[in-house]
């Protein structure tokens, strides 16, 4: 019997209707939109507002839109992971609330917290699963509502943000399409700059904690900006070094969505040109672990079957890798 590869076999998406835009945020903080177009590249984010929603209504919609396009029945579904650092609630994990809400009957699932590498870490978390012969439909959801967790006061931050979700099906294919060579890596020495101080174990949320602001993102961002240039580079050079291929082999480059200069320098480093990189960071911001399936279904018309696709991603921890993915439809 051929060896089973995880083919991606589906995409789906969720914004949330409202819009930041840069002049909203100019009401906001000290800020204007001409520097955030010129340092970030974003012009805009969807923001979740609507009371009593959060991450998991996101997911569940990427979630519901997957399904529908990919004419699959929730009951089918094996296994959801969802990659977020803004879970419902600390316990239980949102993927297992996704799954309720969808009704995916026989589902188990779990969260994986990798910051903007989640969804790169669940994609591959999930395509063992298949690859094992274990299940024949996972799905891998990448959801954040980023808004919960901004301070915006903080105007080197909270320009950068948005919510949305994203979603793709994995099944099982003997033709050798989906997730082949990864390089996933992590360095906890990265955790001073970016993380969130309180609401942990460390530091229980208190009185102190909220009066000192403590429950945002706190980044700093041109020691995160280096790293991840480096770490989407490198990563990208090892996993095309193992699967014995250059960058004209390649497709398009899927990058984590974090800042346009970050994902320009990406490209000039593996001298790749701009038109095959995934961008659409100026309508959403970073969605954090949403920014790759997002991509992915954006493009999902550009791809064609036995496209090579590297997926790379940077983020909190630090948390860092890049895939290969060999692409397994035409345009629907
Ligand atoms: N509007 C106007 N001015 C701003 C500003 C804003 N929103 N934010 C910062 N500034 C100012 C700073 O105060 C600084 O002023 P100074 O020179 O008078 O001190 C100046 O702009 C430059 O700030 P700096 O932090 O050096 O800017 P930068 O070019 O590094 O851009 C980030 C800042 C955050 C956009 C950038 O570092 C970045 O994107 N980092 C990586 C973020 C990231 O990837 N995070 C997620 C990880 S996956």
């Known amino acids: 019997m051929a060896r089973l590869t995880a083919a991606i076999t589906g995409v789906g998406g969720y914004l949330p209707p409202d819009i930041l835009t840069n002049a909203d945020l100019e009401k906001m903080v000290d800020t204007n939109d001409e520097w955030i177009t010129s340092r970030t590249g974003i012009q805009e984010r969807h923001i979740l507002k609507e009371e009593g929603k959060a991450t998991s209504d996101l997911g569940v919609e990427a979630v519901k839109d997957l399904l529908k396009k990919s004419n699959t029945s929730k009951d ?56 094992s012969g274990t299940y024949q439909k996972v799905i891998v959801v990448g959801a954040d509502m980023m808004t919960s967790i901004v301070d915006y006061q903080d105007r080197t931050t909270c320009i950068l943000f948005g919510d949305g979700a994203g979603a793709v099906l994995l099944e099982p294919s003997e033709e050798g399409f989906g997730i082949k060579n990864a390089v996933l890596k992590a360095d906890g020495s990265g955790l001073p700059f970016l993380h969130m101080k309180a609401g942990g174990s460390l530091r229980p949320p208190s009185i102190e904690t909220i009066q000192n602001r403590e429950h945002y993102a706190y980044q700093e961002g041109k020691h995160v900006f280096k790293r991840a240039v480096n770490g989407m580079v490198e990563s990208t050079k090892e996993v095309l070094k193992q699967a014995n291929l250059s960058t004209e082999d390649i497709s398009w480059v899927v990058p984590h969505q974090a800042n346009k200069r970050i994902i320009d320098s990406v490209a000039h480093m593996l001298d790749f040109p701009m038109e095959r990189v995934m961008v659409n960071i100026h309508k959403y911001g970073n969605t954090t672990a949403a920014t790759i399936p997002l991509c992915l279904n954006d493009y999902e018309n550009q791809l064609k079957k036995g496209d090579k696709l590297i997926i790379t991603a940077f983020g909190g921890g630090f948390t860092w890798g890049s895939t290969l993915v060999e692409w397994a439809y035409d345009p629907l």
């Open 76 to 131: 089918d579904i094996d296994l959801i992971i969802c990659a977020t650092v803004t879970a419902d609630r600390v316990f239980p994990d949102t993927a297992n609330n996704i799954s309720y809400k969808v009704g995916c009957s026989k589902a188990f699932g779990f969260d994986v917290n990798a910051a903007c590498s989640g969804f790169l870490y669940s994609l591959n978390i999930g395509a063992k699963f298949i690859e």
